[in-house]
């Protein structure tokens, strides 16, 4: 089994609609982040959790929210999904008992369309 | 602020001919630097990864990357690649408190 999983794998809504996307991990790490991949720009980082009572803006958090419901879960929800929300969404976490290190693991990710 | 560079975004090569992409970053310190890769329809892998010691780093499926401090540059290599190459390419470097700031990727295509 993967050890970091996202739900759904692929999502096609409209204009105004409230959007969730679930991560789940079994590697017992602390730090999660969510990430969007747009063509020519790489991953940018949206929000990040160092543990479940620890929510952080990232580089592009505007019309995004998280939340941390357990150490192994962190979803990303966007509010009123708008067009140019549309992106392929990665989850990723790290371990903090090697903090500096930096290294990341990703899920699979989830393609998300908004009409 | 830390920044990462990939010139290419797209690389053709041939089946079997050597590889090398390019990565340049911006960081104060001594950087920690990755290369992942993406397969089509999938999530990110390591290929490698450089925290300090030989500057010479070798990953999995045959590649390695040199760390140039003069140049600021972590480029990736392959002596001969194939066709299950093809995928896109992103370089990283570690921007403190685990996180990371990522290249815009190249895209490399592997003709027969």
């Known amino acids: 089994d993967a050890d970091v999983t996202q739900t759904p794998r692929n999502r096609i809504t409209k204009t105004g609609k409230r959007i969730m996307l679930e991560c789940s991990q079994t590697?017992?790490?602390?730090?999660m982040y969510w990430y969007r991949q747009d063509p020519g720009l790489g991953l940018r980082l949206i929000y990040y959790?160092?543990?479940?009572?620890?929510?952080n803006k990232g580089e592009i958090s505007d019309g995004y929210s998280v939340s941390r419901q357990a150490q192994a879960k962190f979803s990303l929800s966007l509010e009123s999904a708008i067009p140019n929300q549309t992106a392929l969404y990665f989850c990723?976490?790290?371990?903090?008992?090697?903090?500096?290190?930096?290294?990341?693991?990703f899920g699979p990710g989830t393609r998300l369309t908004v009409l | 602020a830390q920044s990462v560079t990939q010139p290419d975004i797209h690389i053709t090569v041939s089946e079997g001919a050597s590889l090398e992409l390019r990565c340049n970053y911006s960081?104060?310190?001594?950087?920690?630097l990755f290369w992942y890769v993406q397969s089509p329809g999938q999530g990110l892998q390591l290929l490698l990864k450089?925290?300090?010691?030989?500057?010479l780093v070798q990953g999995i499926k045959g590649f390695e990357a040199e760390f140039k401090r003069s140049q600021s540059s972590f480029n990736l290599r392959k002596p001969s690649v194939h066709w299950s190459d093809a995928a896109e390419y992103f370089c990283?470097?570690?921007?403190?408190?685990?996180?990371?700031?990522f290249g815009a990727g190249t895209i490399l295509r592997v003709k027969s």
């Open positions: 990723a976490t790290s371990d903090d008992r090697t903090s500096g290190n930096n290294e990341q693991f």
């Open positions: 450089y925290f300090s010691g030989d500057t």
């Open positions: 960081y104060g310190a001594t950087p920690y």
């Open positions: 590697k017992g790490h602390d730090r």
């Open positions: 990283a470097v570690g921007a403190g408190g685990n996180k990371l700031v």
């Open positions: 959790s160092f543990d479940v009572k620890d929510i």
